[in-house]
T-cell receptor, first 116, second 115 residues
């Protein structure tokens, strides 16, 4: 059983459109992340979210991105006005809270976003 | 700043050969964690191992083994008797205790195992 489920698995959108990527953790963990992997490149950190607020974000995570946990369960990444260069695989991950001594990050299967 | 370097972008071996994937890291943290993930053609990231900076003991899990050398800042991964199913991209990653709770990934090594 996956630790984290992401929907959709693949999304195609037109440039300038808004997209929302969803992540559902199996267990009620507090620490979530979004990472991005442009095709053929390395995985890059976007943002971490802890206790319903952004904990850290990278320089990639600019004003067109936002995250929230609207219903206490789903964790979403919104891209307001997509650009061609947003085409990538987006991974959601979760880990136990800090201080538990366990730092493993378990990734969802990813959402492949294609902007045309 | 943290950095992970995987100098081998692509390796090709024949089945049953042993293969070692190199990983070199940089961090100012004294406490940190190192990881290996496997990304098969289907695209998901599969966790393989975590090692903390205070534990330099090498680890073996079946055909997989890991060699952590703090003196050279390396955390290499060896697959013994490789199989076609081992074909994937392998990522080494670093998490520094004081550098935020996020992973810094290397560029990945694409391993192709031919029958």
């Amino acid at each position: 059983e996956p630790e984290v489920t992401q929907t959709p698995s693949h999304q195609v959108t037109q440039m300038g459109q808004e997209v929302i990527l969803r992540c559902v953790p199996i267990s009620n963990h507090l620490y979530f992340y979004w990472y991005r992997q442009i095709l053929g490149q390395k995985v890059e950190f976007l943002v971490s979210f802890y206790n319903n607020e952004i904990s850290e974000k990278s320089e990639i995570f600019d004003d067109q991105f936002s995250v929230e946990r609207p219903d206490g369960s789903n964790f979403t990444l919104k891209i307001r006005s997509t650009k061609l260069e947003d085409s990538a695989m987006y991974f959601c991950a979760r880990s136990p809270p800090p201080g538990t001594g366990n730092t493993e990050a378990f990734f969802g299967q990813g959402t492949r976003l294609t902007v045309v | 700043a943290q950095k992970v370097t995987q100098a081998q972008t692509e390796i090709s071996v024949v089945e049953k050969e042993d293969v070692t994937l190199d990983c070199v890291y940089e961090t100012r943290d004294t406490t940190y964690y190192l990881f290996w993930y496997k990304q098969p053609p289907s695209g998901e990231l599969v966790f393989l191992i975590r090692r903390n900076s205070f534990d330099e003991q090498n680890e073996i899990s079946g055909r997989y083994s890991w060699n952590f050398q703090k003196s050279t800042s390396s955390f290499n991964f060896t697959i013994t008797a490789s199989q076609v199913v081992d074909s994937a991209v392998y990522f080494c990653a670093l998490l520094g205790k004081n550098a935020g709770n996020m992973l810094t990934f290397g560029g990945g090594t694409r391993l192709m195992v031919k029958p």
